[in-house]
């Protein structure tokens, strides 16, 4: 599983991130594109190197990349002065892929950071470069694109579903399972608006192929995470972590995020400019 878990976090540093933030419409974020490379490459190093200073230098590095980025949410809304569903959706992926960041130098360190353990703490990286990055991000494409009533609440229950994910870190298993009850149903009806609005509108058979996959990837995806966090509250029987890795895990990293925002890069149709009011 830890091999699984470190080849779907390069995917996220690597391809996801660098992607996403093409599309954000974010000024900054295009700047901080130019020198994410380097950044995520040593982030990507230190997955494979042995916990200790050489791998926690080379996360750091990452992580003041990832904090750079959540520092541009602020500077967004004072600019925007909006909290309209798209907006809410980009600056939820401006600010999550820090809490990826903090939690791989602490990962990479060794240290069971807020009473969290080591495994625990690897597999909040891929989450929230998924869950929470790529998963808003998306959300927001799609309320943009579509403007319908599913995807304006899509763009506000991916955030939400988020915020009460990580709140459920300290709170509690029922809390997480609240958090992952609100972002399957922020999840599915990002499918539904895709597979309704950008998919059918699309002109090239393969932007609707990629965001056919994207769509059809989160009606198994999100179930699983339904299951293993009810399984987690209850007690119930629930898939195991390496399970969830090979399955969860992978096909929201690959069938997801890459192909959604593949998609999205050919159909170039980024978020609105800080400078622009919606």
């Known amino acids: 599983m830890d091999v699984l878990v470190r080849v779907v976090v390069m995917v996220g540093m690597l391809a996801v991130l660098p992607m996403g933030l093409a599309l954000t419409g974010e000024p900054g974020a295009a700047r901080l594109r130019k020198i994410w490379w380097p950044a995520a490459t040593l982030g990507s190093v230190s997955l494979w190197l042995p916990r200790g200073p050489a791998a926690t230098a080379l996360a750091a590095c990452y992580a003041a990349a990832t904090l750079a980025l959540a520092l541009l949410a602020p500077r967004r809304l004072l600019r925007t002065r909006s909290l309209a569903p798209r ?55 799609v309320c943009r694109a579509a403007g319908t009533p599913a995807a304006r609440c899509a763009a506000l229950a991916v955030p939400a579903g988020t915020l009460l994910v990580l709140t459920g870190y300290f709170t509690g298993e029922w809390t997480e399972f609240a958090g992952a009850a609100v972002l399957s149903c922020g999840m599915w009806l990002v499918a539904v608006a895709t597979w309704r609005g950008p998919r059918a509108a699309a002109a090239g058979r393969t932007v609707r192929a990629l965001l056919a996959v994207s769509a059809l990837t989160l009606a198994a995806t999100m179930l699983l995470a339904l299951s293993w966090a009810l399984g987690e509250a209850s007690g119930l029987p629930h898939p195991t972590l390496a399970w969830m890795a090979a399955t969860h895990g992978a096909g929201n990293a690959l069938g997801f995020a890459l192909c959604a925002l593949l998609a999205w890069r050919r159909l170039q149709i980024p978020l609105p400019r800080t400078e622009e009011h919606p």
């Open 87 to 141: 907006e809410v959706a980009v600056l939820t992926a401006l600010v999550t892929p820090a809490v990826a960041g903090v939690a791989l130098v602490a990962e990479r360190h060794g240290t069971e950071l807020f009473g969290f353990s080591l495994r625990m703490l690897s597999l909040t990286v891929p989450h929230f470069h998924f869950a929470g990055f790529a998963a808003a991000l998306v959300a927001g494409l």
